[in-house]
């Protein structure tokens, strides 16, 4: 569960801004959306190699 604790002087909109950063941060919505679905387990390995076959193309000094 993500929440915040809002300040006495904190305006609403400054509140809300750091609710969704963390909230983003945390992955509930990516998690969310990975069980939405189901994925069979052939299609899930497959994805996954993909994954590692990108993460290895890419330089290693690259910063995200």
Excluded: C, H, W
Excluded at 21 to 40: D, N
């Amino acid at each position: 569960m993500v929440g915040i604790q809002i300040g006495d002087n904190e305006s609403i909109d400054k509140a809300l801004r750091r609710f969704k950063k963390k909230y983003e941060r945390s992955g509930v919505l990516k998690e969310y959306k990975k069980r939405t679905f189901f994925v069979k387990p052939s299609i899930k390995k497959r994805m996954e190699r993909i994954k590692a076959q990108r993460r290895a193309q890419r330089p290693e000094n690259q910063m995200l």
